[in-house]
Each structure stands twice: as structure tokens, then as C-alpha cells.
């Protein structure tokens, strides 16, 4: 793979991010600390965030999932937002169709920007380069930790163990989002290697095959071993470690593990093509995935955006309460129930947006994020966004399964359960004799407002079918549109047709053919 792609960073990531922090170091560098040393190694495992640093994931990346899942819209042509959210038509009621300022297919419209001249305006660049660079960084380190070259100062086995574990999770949390994004990929163990393309199936059993000697190597260390809590706790930085977040024991880190391999079945086939043994799978990975005690991987911005990992304003957080740059979409708050109150704590009405800028018309709403809500906030530190799985994920996966094997009333309870936990005060729907149809609408509706800013909405969209034509069974029926200047708000048929699985970028392709 070239070399713009497979980089490994060294950075100095101080847990309080008060310094300079994302200085970096070239390991090979004359008077530069080896991470054949316990403390480059420590600033080495720290540096496995920068690959994937605000502009490459923790914005542009994690903001297009949101805009082709509809659960935002954007009209700014950077970095392709307003070409991802382009929907292909819109059918009113009384028949009249808006069409696409393009004229053609989102589909379309993001192939003709795969060039390399395009950079970080192509939406195939950024999470390529940001999983890939992640992925170059984990194999130095696995490669140095497995030839034994790290001096450890004490219990060198028990933070050798701790070090393999954390690369090995980011790599095969790489592999995982590599696989679920794009048609093809590569699968290497080796710093800055050209190498072959595999499909997107074999390169999530690639993850999947990380993931469990990831958890086999757990196993094997105690619960409460203070080797292993010094290493792990030294490793994710201070606002990441609030909250939610914090050190992940041993069993901790299996169940966050185990909760990812379930995303990594349910969310890579169409819902209608689960199988019997997929839900067993499914329902058996998350039945020892994350509990509701558990620390879970987060993150959190900054106030300087020049360091750590998400300064204050580069995230999707921080975007949604400019009413700018990306905005919340009519068919998300369409799918809060009455009364729900995640509604009231994070939504509130804005100037009307209609049509900008002649750009679509599905990009209108009436809806902004509240300020200081669960969703944004003006203010850096604010707001926790899981970095991978999190305890609302889990109990949705078991309520899908377990509602689509038709033990519905086990299913809701599972929805129930995600509701409290979310304070949505929301009356029960466990025991209203719901039938698996409506059971399983209940359960759309949750993921969409459950796992909001949660990194599904993508994904779900796609297995769902809502991306595929309306001629094949796709879009959506009965969804709330702003067609009229004067605020008018009509159930409309939306088909969207947009890209499920990303091209290779041509950056990469340029220099490794496919």
C-alpha cells in the first residue's frame, strides 16, 4: 500500500491536552525516543488517535455517515456534504416530483469526484486514510512487540499483553470500518506494504480474527491487575476517560469487543438476509457485550483546536448548533415519539431552512440542535460520542434479534430498557400487544434516536434497503419534507438512491491498482 497511506505517528498526547500535544516523532529519527523504550512505546500507543484526528474521522468522516443515514443534511459543497445528502427525487403528494439539482444519481455525482486531485473533497478519501494510517501505526507496533524488542522496567509480560491489546483493538476497529464502508480493501501486517485487494466480506473477518486474539490475549490477565490498569490508563487521554469513558478492565474490554463483532454481522447484511444462525451469533455476542456499568471508548473535544484528538469546533457536536454547517433532518425528528424527552432536552425550532441555496429540498428543516444538549454544544468537552459500540447499541441488537426470532415482548423490553437508561420518559411498550411489523418499526425508530450521533445511521439505512431505489423497494414513504417557502411540511416519498458501498479512493488506486 503507498506510503501516503500506511504512516505510522508518534504523539506526545498529554492527558490534559493543555500542552502541545500532537507533536509528533519519527521513530527512526537520530535523537528522537525509540518505542523499543517503555516510554516511546507509551507515547507510540498514544499516538494511534492521530491517523484519525478531526478532519480525516472525527468530522468529515463520522459527519457523512450521519448526512447518508438522513439523520442530518448539510448544503455546503465541501468535502462533498452537499453531493452525499443529494437525494435523487422527492414525490409530493399531489404528485409532483423534485427532482436532484444535479440531474443525476448521489451515486453518480460522488464516482465523477473520485480523483486524486479532489484530496480531502473526495467523500471515499477521508476514512480510508484515516483507517489505513491507524492500521500502519498498529502494525509497527505489534511488529516491535512481538520480536520482543520493548524494554520493559517491571512486569513485562502483563504490559506487553496490555500493549498487544490496545493495537490490535484500533486495528481491528479499522478493518471493521474499512469493511463496512467500502467495496474492497487491504489486509496486511506490515508497515507501508503494497499489498492485493480483498472484498469487504473477507476484510471484516480480517477484523473479526483481530478482534478475538485481541480477547484471547484478556483472558489470560486479571481482572484487577495493576500492570495492566497502569498501561491502559496511561494510554486514553484525560477527556476521554469522563463519563462513560474510562479504563476498560480486562472484561470490560472483551464486552466492547464482543459488542463491535455483532455491529460487524447485523450492520453487513440486508436485514431481510439475516439468517437463523446470524441472530444466534448476533444475540450470543451481545449477550456478553457491553453491560450498563461498563467503560466504553469515548471521545471528547477541546477547546484548542490546533491539539488532541477533536479541537472545539471540528465535530459534528459543535457544527450542529451553528445552524451552518450541518443540520438536523426532518425524517430524524419526524421519528421521536410524543413526549419523548430527548426530544425536549435536544431539539428546538430555527429560522426556517428551505431549499438553500437551490441545493435540495430535502435539506430544509425547522429543527435545530439544542445547545448544551446530549447531541452538541457550543462548549469543547461537553458532549461524549462512543468511539465504537456502546450498552444502547448492545440492547438494540438483542431487541432486533430477539423480536425477529418473535419473541416480541422479550424484544421490547430491550427497548424499554434504552429508553430509561436515556431518560425519555417514555411509557413502556413492552405489553401493548405489539405485532412483529409494529415491533420492528418501534425498533427503527429507537436506533435512529437511541443511536444518534452513535455512528449507525449509515449502516442501518443500507441494510434497511431505504438507499436502494424506490422501484426496487427502497426510499422512504410518508416522510416529513419542507416544500413550500412559507414552512409547508408535507408526508412525502423520498428515493433517495444513494451509494451503498464506497469506491476505493483514487489516491490509492493511482498508485495500487485494483
Known amino acids: 500500500m503507498k506510503k501516503i497511506y500506511i504512516i505510522a505517528f508518534v504523539a506526545l498526547l498529554l492527558g490534559s491536552c493543555s500542552k502541545e500535544s500532537l507533536k509528533l516523532y519519527n521513530p527512526n529519527e537520530s535523537g528522537s525516543e525509540s ?32 448526512l447518508m443515514g438522513d439523520a442530518t443534511t448539510a448544503h455546503a459543497g465541501n468535502f462533498s456534504f452537499w453531493h452525499s445528502n443529494s437525494i435523487y427525487s422527492i414525490t409530493r403528494p399531489n404528485g409532483t416530483v423534485l427532482s436532484t439539482p444535479f440531474g443525476k444519481t448521489q451515486i453518480e455525482v460522488l464516482k465523477s469526484r473520485n480523483t486524486r486531485e479532489q484530496g480531502i473533497e473526495n467523500a471515499f478519501h477521508n476514512e480510508w486514510v484515516a483507517m489505513y494510517g491507524t492500521i500502519g501505526h498498529c502494525n509497527m507496533a505489534l511488529k516491535t512487540l512481538d520480536a520482543n524488542e520493548v524494554t520493559f522496567k517491571d512486569n513485562a509480560e502483563v504490559k506487553k ?88 478492565t480486562p472484561q470490560m474490554f472483551i464486552r466492547n469487543i464482543n459488542t463491535y463483532m455483532a455491529r460487524n454481522l447485523l450492520v453487513n447484511k440486508y436485514a431481510a ?35 488532541c484528538f477533536v479541537g472545539g469546533t471540528g465535530w459534528s457536536p459543535y457544527r450542529l448548533v451553528t445552524g451552518i454547517w450541518e443540520h438536523l433532518s426532518e425524517r430524524l425528528v419526524q421519528d421521536f415519539k410524543p413526549g419523548d424527552n430527548r426530544f425536549t432536552r435536544n431539539v428546538e425550532s430555527r429560522p426556517l431552512l428551505f ?52 419473541d416480541i415482548e422479550g424484544g421490547l423490553a430491550h427497548i424499554d430498557a434504552v429508553r430509561t437508561y436515556q431518560n425519555a420518559q417514555l411509557a413502556a411498550v413492552a405489553g401493548t400487544g405489539l405485532n412483529q411489523v409494529q415491533a420492528l418499526e418501534e425498533l427503527r425508530k429507537e436506533r435512529r434516536i437511541g443511536l444518534f450521533q452513535k455512528g449507525t445511521a449509515f449502516y442501518d439505512a443500507r441494510r434497511w434497503g431505504i ?23 408535507e408526508p412525502c416519498t423520498i428515493d433517495y438512491q444513494y451509494i451503498e458501498w464506497f469506491d476505493v479512493p483514487a489516491a490509492e488506486t493511482d498508485f495500487n491498482k485494483i
Open 35 to 66: 518505542i523499543k523504550t517503555e516510554a516511546g512505546m507509551q507515547k507510540f500507543a498514544l499516538g494511534v488517535y492521530h491517523p484519525m484526528r478531526t478532519a480525516y474521522y472525527a468530522w468529515l468522516s463520522l459527519t457523512l455517515h450521519n
Open 161 to 248: 499483553k496490555a500493549y498487544k491489546v490496545w493495537f490490535l483493538w484500533w486495528k481491528g476497529f479499522a478493518y471493521s470500518r474499512i469493511g463496512s464502508l467500502y467495496t474492497k480493501g487491504v489486509i496486511t501486517n506490515e508497515y507501508n506494504s503494497l499489498n492485493t485487494y480483498h472484498s469487504h466480506e473477507e476484510i471484516i473477518t480480517e477484523a473479526n480474527r483481530v478482534f478475538a486474539e485481541a480477547k484471547a490475549i484478556l483472558a489470560t490477565i486479571n481482572e484487577s491487575d495493576a500492570a495492566y490498569q497502569e498501561v491502559i490508563g496511561s494510554i486514553i487521554p484525560s477527556q476521554f476517560k469522563v463519563g462513560k469513558g474510562g479504563v476498560v
Open 273 to 307: 438476509n439475516l439468517t437463523a444462525a446470524d441472530l444466534t451469533e448476533i444475540q450470543n455476542l451481545a449477550n456478553a457485550g457491553i453491560q450498563q456499568s461498563d467503560k466504553i471508548f469515548t471521545m471528547r473535544s477541546v477547546a484548542n483546536d490546533n491539539v
Open 355 to 406: 431549499n438553500p441555496r437551490d441545493r435540495g429540498f430535502g435539506i430544509g428543516t425547522r429543527y435545530i440542535a439544542k445547545d448544551g444538549g446530549d447531541y452538541a454544544s457550543s462548549t469543547a468537552g461537553t458532549v461524549e460520542l462512543p468511539f465504537a459500540g456502546s450498552y444502547e447499541e448492545n440492547q438494540l441488537m438483542l431487541a432486533e434479534v430477539k423480536i425477529r426470532n418473535n
Open 467 to 489: 438507499l436502494k431505489p424506490v422501484s426496487q423497494g427502497g426510499g422512504r414513504r410518508n416522510a416529513n419534507v419542507v416544500v413550500e417557502a412559507n414552512g409547508t411540511v
